[in-house]
């Protein structure tokens, strides 16, 4: 089919109003999407499907939508699959008689278990046809085998895999493996689904409405739908709601809720007191310490269970049980519910100080026992999100300040307020800057308090800014850039990678753009440990969501998998770079000059990565390029 876009599953496969769907719909879907270049036409195709799953059995949205991000459950929820390679190499030799070596060394060849589990199935004949697998029963299954203890998956996997037809193997192997391979993430799948909504309701009528009017309807049913995920990020409530009561209710049925995490609000970087006053001129601000540990999410529910929640939103309740005992204390009577934006740092119980970050990541991560722990913390609250059943986001800062204070406790040590200040006088900005670095601080979080002073869930907001000491020289803030692609080494780096190739991400076209090759900053064993970890995850070719000249071909393309935090000399337009191409220059991209290695950031996942935006940001705000911008404005 030329135009992939126009697949309709629901004319295709064999399936009726009300029945089961088969999950060869789904994968050949998915095959659709893998081979489409273009992410308007793959949200397309994932859309025609959600249409066609709405109008014939709309009970099996859920999964499919699931499937779509090879998840299980909203992801604080930390059920995953994960299935080691090893173990499906075995199930594919023991249900399709192919040898070991020969998986192995097809899998080498392809970069794909997935291709080799279809091929192998599909060589092999049946004596009797499987009944065909569905998308309900393959999700159920997948849920039993991610609870199941390890050797107990091995029955349930080959079940399904036996019943495997075309591109179901493929998909269903990949999905086990933790990686779908068709590039569709969280922007694009709430597309999807907008689309897939919108497209059900009209069906037969569409081709009268028009194409304006079917885009117009479908970005304003994506921006409900992402308002909502951004408040409620959990597709098990979203979505039976949707069915149950429509689009138009469903931000008011899905609120925020303590237990449920949402997307933290995060701030804009900035390289001096001046900048910093310049953009808040004529608002009121406050400056709070910044304080360097680990940022949570501290969650009470009415009936009084707690939890607490990283960055990411992953579940780190029990890395802290020496919190969550003391927890009663921290609130005045009379607070049944709330949300607290909150970070934890290492605290040291004699010198009553704080300890550098490095000290908090020996803590070990999960099912700490309260016996055993070594280094203590302390948490400093900076903001209220919800209190008593009420959600506070859209209330300006200083009232969910103040409420903070006159619901929560301080207590010497374990829990305490941001430290901060209300000014606008650079000389106390400057001052307080200090006296945060002495208290052993990344500096200062500069935030508005009345006007443009909501707490925007999910975004890096121009109404927060930081301000580090490590900005005051050099080129602003660090970046956060996923390693895309390895360059072989040479003389003593021979047999590891000798340099890699970084991208930035561009959140709006779900892409990564290459940024610059990095050499340096590494140790010889660092080298190794890289190598040994993006050895699992090489693939054959450039992916489509990949941006880059093919002058920087690498010799092995990485699955974007790992953030790491890099620091250079500064930014410059390049011809062959493609980071915020279209946006600092019309053609050309932005690179880094000189990068050098800082750290892994294990909480980044790739779409946390530093963005297009974000490069082109701090490219402008050099010196050297505003001195030429205000030069230009003269002139002109
Ligand atoms: P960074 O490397 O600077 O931590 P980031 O991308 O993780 O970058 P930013 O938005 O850049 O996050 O910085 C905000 C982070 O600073 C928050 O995520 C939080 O963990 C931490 N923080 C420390 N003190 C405060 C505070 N008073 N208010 C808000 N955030 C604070």
């Known amino acids: 089919n030329p135009d992939k876009s126009n697949y309709h599953p629901l004319n295709d496969a064999a399936w009726r109003k009300g029945e089961k769907i088969p999950y060869l719909a789904l994968t050949r879907t998915f095959q659709l999407i ?10 397309e195709i994932l859309g025609n499907f959600f249409s066609s799953v709405i109008v014939t059995n709309p009970d099996d949205l859920l999964a499919s939508i699931y499937l779509s991000i090879n998840q299980l459950a909203p992801a604080y929820e930390g059920l995953e699959l994960g299935v080691a390679e090893t173990t499906l190499m075995k199930i594919i030799c023991d249900t399709t008689g192919r040898k ?10 392809t970069g794909d278990l997935g291709i080799v589990a279809e091929q192998s199935r599909m060589a092999q004949r049946m004596m009797f046809k499987p009944a065909p697998l569905t998308i309900s029963g393959v999700f159920k299954k997948l849920k039993d085998i991610a609870n199941a203890p390890g050797k107990n998956k091995v029955t349930p996997i080959k079940d399904i895999f036996i019943a495997c037809r075309g591109s179901e193997a493929r998909f269903f192997i990949r999905s086990l493996i933790g990686k779908l391979r068709i590039g569709i993430a969280e ?14 309701k009209y069906m037969d009528k569409m081709k009268k409405m028009g194409e304006e009017k079917l885009k117009s309807e479908i970005d304003e049913v994506t921006l409900i739908l992402k308002t909502t995920y951004c408040q409620c990020p959990n597709y098990d409530k979203i979505i039976p709601t949707l069915l149950e009561h429509g689009i138009d209710e469903i931000e008011e049925r899905c609120p925020m809720l303590p237990g449920v995490p949402i997307k933290p609000m995060l701030a804009q970087p900035t390289k001096g007191v001046s900048e910093v006053l310049e953009r808040f001129d004529g608002l009121t601000i406050t400056c709070e310490f910044k304080y360097d540990g680990e940022r949570a999410q501290i969650h009470c529910d009415e009936n009084g269970v707690i939890s607490i929640f990283s960055r990411n939103q992953e579940n780190n309740t029990t890395k802290y049980p020496d919190i969550i005992c003391r927890i009663g204390e921290f609130s005045k009577s ?34 700490v026992d309260v016996g055993e722990i070594k280094v203590q913390v302390c948490v400093y609250a900076f903001d209220l999100l919800y209190l008593n059943g009420e959600p506070l986001v859209t209330k300006p800062f200083a009232d969910r300040r103040k409420l903070m ?3 929560f406790n301080e207590t010497e040590g374990m829990w305490h307020f941001a430290h901060a200040m209300d000014t606008s006088d650079v000389d106390e900005v400057q001052a307080f800057l200090e006296e945060s670095i002495k208290g052993n601080c990344e500096g200062l979080m500069v935030k508005t308090l009345q006007k443009d002073a909501t707490y925007e869930i999910a975004r890096r907001s121009r109404n927060w800014l930081k301000l580090k000491k490590d900005y005051l020289a050099g080129c602003g803030d660090s970046l956060d850039l996923v390693v895309i692609g390895g360059y072989r080494g040479k003389g003593k780096r021979t047999g590891s990678y000798g340099g890699f190739l970084l991208a930035c991400y561009d959140d709006e076209n779900e892409e990564y753009q290459s940024i610059c090759k990095i050499g340096t900053g590494f140790s010889d064993e660092s080298l190794q440990t890289h190598a040994e970890f993006f050895k699992n995850h090489v693939v054959p070719t450039k992916k489509s969501y990949i941006a880059c000249d093919s002058s920087l071909e690498p010799d092995d393309w990485f699955e974007p998998v790992q953030v790491w935090e890099v620091k250079c000399a500064d930014l410059s337009i390049s011809p062959i770079h493609k980071a915020a191409i279209g946006i600092a220059d019309p053609e050309k991209g932005i690179s880094l000059r000189f990068p050098r290695f800082i750290r892994i950031r294990d909480d980044k996942t790739p779409e946390m990565a530093t ?15 505003k001195n030429q911008q205000s030069r230009q404005n003269v002139i002109d």
């Open 34 to 43: 893998e081979e489409t270049r273009g992410r308007l036409k793959m949200v």
């Open 100 to 109: 070991m070596d020969f998986i192995k060394s097809q899998t080498h060849i």
């Open 187 to 200: 922007q694009s799948l709430i597309n999807a689904v907008a689309t897939g909504i919108v497209k059900s």
């Open 334 to 367: 009379g607070v049944k519910s709330y949300i607290i934006d909150s970070e934890i740092v290492a605290w040291d119980v004699e010198q009553k100080m704080i300890l550098p970050f490095q000290v908090l990541t020996t803590r070990k991560r999960k099912n």
């Open 405 to 407: 204070k006159e619901n």
């Open 611 to 625: 963005t297009g935006r974000e490069v082109a940001y701090m490219y402008n705000s050099q010196d050297q390029i």
